[in-house]
């Protein structure tokens, strides 16, 4: 789906604004122990060896201790002590759903741009990652900074691709999606936090998706994500399949 230049232009000036107000305090600034899971606006490499760990995935193999794994067989991490820039791994729901109008596509990509204006201030490695029924992709934020991106809408997310988003270390990890295909929020949750990160969830919606004014009975419904045609009884102010 296009999106205009121009649009990205007006959400990123939003964000702007917004990011202009305060820190989110999406990342805390503390002495790590661990290279590359700091959350400080610090940069630069350690001298100082702390501890060792095991391999987890995402990790930068340039700190795996190979003696130790021609001894064990096993991917071990050294540990170091350091104040170090914080890393984000931010993922995006690309299903229908998130393009439902005009004002809730605008407000996705409104906190897309103040996430990115928060990690600026803080010198944060960022990734990017879209998910779909189209599957995982990596998406380079310079696109975002450049306001040049083409992406490609799916039916639907589900735990499956979720599961596939490789979420590094200690990183600070933000989901904007309406969450509408995630039966249990809880296990998204416990993906989530997997590898000591801290978690924000971010739900962006319009009030048009919760007006039912004016409508009772036997009403047809055409779903968002997979564009099939639903009949829903309302009454009540229930909703009954």
């Known amino acids: 789906m296009k999106i205009t230049k121009d649009e990205l232009k007006n959400c990123h000036q939003s964000a702007k604004k917004t990011a202009s107000l305060g820190n989110l305090n999406l990342f805390k600034k503390v002495r790590s122990s661990y290279l590359g899971s700091v959350i400080s606006n610090n940069t630069g490499n350690s001298i100082e060896f702390h501890d060792q760990r095991s391999y987890y995935i995402g990790d930068d193999p340039r ?41 809730k596509r605008l407000k996705f990509f409104e906190l897309i741009y103040v996430t990115l204006e928060e990690s600026l201030k803080f010198n944060a490695s960022v990734r990017i990652y879209a998910i779909s029924s189209n599957g995982l992709e990596l998406i380079n934020h310079k696109q975002l900074l450049s306001y040049k991106l083409d992406i490609r809408l799916g039916s639907g997310i589900n735990l499956n691709i979720l599961n596939e988003v490789p979420l590094r270390y200690g990183s600070t990890r933000i989901l904007i999606s309406d969450l509408l295909d995630f039966i249990d929020p809880s296990i998204v949750l416990k993906k989530l936090v997997n590898y000591s990160g801290s978690v924000h969830i971010w739900a962006p919606f319009t009030p048009l998706e919760n007006d039912l004014s004016g409508v009772s009975g036997i009403v047809e419904f055409l779903d968002a994500e997979s564009n099939n045609k639903i009949k829903v009884n309302i009454g009540d102010d229930q909703l009954k399949l």
């Open 63 to 103: 700190y795996i201790n190979w003696n130790a794994y021609a001894r064990t067989d096993q991917l071990i991490m050294k540990i170091f002590k350091d104040e170090r820039a914080p890393m984000l791994d931010l993922v995006l729901d690309l299903s229908n759903s998130m393009f439902y109008d005009q004002e």
